[in-house]
C-alpha cells in the first residue's frame, strides 16, 4: 500500500510544477545563505587562529560546500520542475528523477547534519581554547620573538573587547612569566630573589597586563600586587571586584562563538525543512507524472506517493537488494563440493622404466 497517496488532475500538476520550479529558485538563494553562513563563521573563528589549539573549521568548510551543493542541486531541479509541466519533456528527465531525488534526499539529510553539528561543536571549540589560550599567555612575553611577536597584541586586544582575563580569570597570570626578561633588571635583589624562588627560574608575580583592568573600576586600576591589600590606600583584595575583569577569556568567547553557532544552526534548521518540503513536492510530481504515462492520457488524473509500498516493505525490500548484492561477491569455500580440475580430463602416460 502506498504511503500518502494523494490524487492530481491535469491542472493540479501544472501548479505543483510551476511551483516546484519557483521553490527551486528559492532554495538557491538559501544555498548562498548557507555559503554566506559558512564563510562569515571561517572568517570569525580565523580572526583568533592564534588564540586555538585546534583546527575547528569543520563546520565552516562544510557549511560552505553544502551552501554550493544547494545552488547547483536546486538549479537543476528548478529546470527539471519547469519541464515537468508537459509530459512529452518530462520523458527527457524520466530516466534521471530517481537518481536526482535520491541525490537530494542525502544532501537534505547533510543539511540536518550541519543544523546538529553548529550545536554539539562547543566541546570541540573548548578544548581547542583551553589548550590556545595557554600555548598564548606563556608567549605573551616573546615581543621579540619572529612568529610570537603579535600575540601579546592579540590577548590584548582580546582581553579589552571582550572584558575578561587569563583563561579562566586573572589568578592565571600569578602562575606564568608574562614579562619579558628584556624589561628585567637582573642586577636587582627582588628580581633574583623572585626567580630562585621558582622552581623553574621564572619571574612570578601576582600581577596581570594593563589589558585585564576593568573599563567601569570607579578607581585607578591596580594591576601590581594585586594581593596585598597593605600596599595600595583603601583596597581589599577579597572585596575589590570591580578593580579587575572578573571573567576568564576562555569562557567569554566560548559564549561568543556559541551564541554564533546557535543562530547559525537555527537558521540551516529552518533551510532543511524547506529543503524537505521541496523534495516532498518533487517526488510527488515524479511519481504523479510517471502514472500519467502508464495510462498514456495526459488530462487523466493520475496518484502520486511518497513511496510505493509500506515503510516495512520498501525497507524489507532495499535489504534483499543489499542482500542479493553481497551474495555475488562471496566466495564459496565448502571443502565438500568438488571443483574441477584443470588435469581432469588429461590421460596420464606410462613412463617406462629401465629394467
Known amino acids: 500500500?502506498?504511503?500518502?497517496?494523494?490524487?492530481?488532475?491535469?491542472t493540479s500538476r501544472g501548479k505543483l510544477a510551476q511551483a516546484l520550479w519557483v521553490l527551486n529558485w528559492v532554495s538557491v538563494i538559501t544555498g548562498l545563505v548557507l555559503f554566506s553562513l559558512g564563510l562569515f563563521l571561517k572568517v570569525e573563528l580565523q580572526k583568533r587562529r592564534e588564540l586555538m589549539a585546534d583546527d575547528v573549521h569543520s563546520v565552516p568548510n562544510m557549511l560552505i560546500t553544502v551552501g554550493l551543493a544547494a545552488c547547483g542541486i536546486n538549479f537543476l531541479g528548478g529546470k527539471i520542475c519547469y519541464d515537468c509541466v508537459d509530459v512529452d519533456n518530462f520523458l527527457h528527465w524520466k530516466i534521471l528523477m530517481l537518481p536526482y531525488i535520491i541525490c537530494t534526499f542525502f544532501f537534505t539529510f547533510c543539511i540536518?547534519?550541519?543544523?546538529?553539528?553548529?550545536?554539539?561543536?562547543?566541546?570541540?571549540?573548548e578544548a581547542?581554547?583551553?589548550?590556545?589560550?595557554?600555548d598564548a599567555m606563556r608567549y605573551y612575553k616573546d615581543t621579540d620573538m619572529p612568529g610570537r611577536c603579535y600575540i601579546k597584541h592579540s590577548i590584548d586586544l582580546l582581553q579589552i573587547q571582550f572584558q575578561c582575563c587569563g583563561n579562566d580569570g586573572f589568578r592565571d597570570w600569578f602562575h606564568i612569566q608574562w614579562v619579558s626578561n628584556r624589561y628585567l633588571d637582573m642586577t636587582s635583589s627582588e628580581v633574583m630573589n623572585?626567580?630562585?624562588?621558582?622552581?623553574e627560574g621564572k619571574y612570578l608575580l601576582d600581577g596581570v597586563p594593563f589589558s585585564c583592568c576593568n573599563l567601569v573600576s570607579?578607581?585607578?586600576?591596580?594591576?601590581?600586587?594585586?594581593?596585598?591589600?597593605?600596599?595600595?590606600?583603601?583596597?581589599?583584595?577579597?572585596?575589590?571586584?570591580?578593580?579587575?575583569n572578573q571573567?576568564?577569556?576562555?569562557?567569554?568567547?566560548?559564549?561568543?562563538y556559541t551564541h554564533i553557532m546557535q543562530s547559525i544552526g537555527f537558521i540551516v534548521l529552518i533551510i532543511w525543512l524547506f529543503e524537505l518540503a521541496v523534495l516532498t513536492g518533487v517526488r510527488y510530481l515524479q511519481t504523479s507524472m510517471e502514472n500519467v504515462l502508464k495510462f498514456g492520457n495526459p488530462d487523466s488524473e493520475s496518484e502520486g506517493w511518497l513511496l510505493e509500498n509500506s515503510i516495512v516493505e520498501t525497507a524489507r525490500y532495499n535489504f534483499n537488494i543489499i542482500k542479493s548484492l553481497g551474495k555475488c561477491y562471496q566466495v564459496d569455500d565448502d571443502p565438500n563440493i568438488d571443483v574441477p580440475s584443470s588435469r581432469a580430463n588429461v590421460p596420464t602416460q606410462q613412463i617406462p622404466v629401465a629394467s
Open 1 to 10: 500500500m502506498a504511503v500518502l497517496k494523494v490524487t492530481f488532475t491535469k
Open 247 to 256: 571573567k576568564g577569556c576562555r569562557h567569554a568567547l566560548l559564549d561568543y
Open 112 to 125: 540536518l547534519l550541519e543544523a546538529l553539528m553548529c550545536y554539539t561543536m562547543r566541546r570541540d571549540l
Open 128 to 134: 581547542a581554547l583551553f589548550s590556545g589560550l595557554q
Open 194 to 199: 623572585r626567580q630562585r624562588s621558582n622552581v
Open 218 to 244: 570607579p578607581r585607578p586600576c591596580i594591576q601590581h600586587q594585586i594581593t596585598n591589600s597593605s600596599a595600595h590606600y583603601n583596597y581589599d583584595y577579597q572585596t575589590e571586584e570591580l578593580n579587575l
